[in-house]
């Protein structure tokens, strides 16, 4: 199996759609949901405004950060960037720009493959958004 298969699969299975029978999910099951619809919608306006102005990269590698915590999963840079439609170098930038601002950590590297992870911070404030954010 090609690498890219690999990516490609773990990116369509991090942002699965989680479980939504209320009545089986916990806190952090309806978190998930949460952040995986906000996702969805975040690439539905990718897909319809081809344009970057209407990007906001940081934000949906957030969003796939937080899922992949959620879900005890880790991300992986490749994953991050096949699930958010984005080109390896964009998506390491951006990377670099969390890590910076004490949102994100790399949690492991192996040559140039990269598991990141949020930090508490970028955690709190990732759970406190999607709390916060209305219905979806």
Do not use: W
Request: proline share 4%; net charge neutral.
């Amino acid at each position: 199996m090609s690498s890219s298969t690999r990516c490609g699969r773990a990116a369509s299975s991090l942002m699965q759609q989680p479980a939504t029978d209320s009545d089986d999910m916990g806190p952090d099951d309806a978190l998930a949901a949460k952040a995986t619809k906000l996702h969805a919608l975040g690439r539905l306006r990718g897909e319809l405004f081809l344009s970057t102005v209407m990007m906001d990269s940081a934000m949906d590698l957030m969003l796939s950060l937080l899922v992949g915590e959620l879900q005890a999963k880790p991300v992986h840079d490749t994953t991050l960037a096949v699930a958010n439609m984005l080109g390896r170098v964009e998506t390491n930038l951006m990377i670099d720009k969390l890590v910076d601002a004490g949102l994100v950590r790399v949690a492991s590297q192996n040559g140039d493959r990269r598991t990141v992870a949020l930090t508490p911070l970028g955690s709190a404030r990732m759970r406190s958004f999607v709390n916060d954010y209305p219905a979806v």
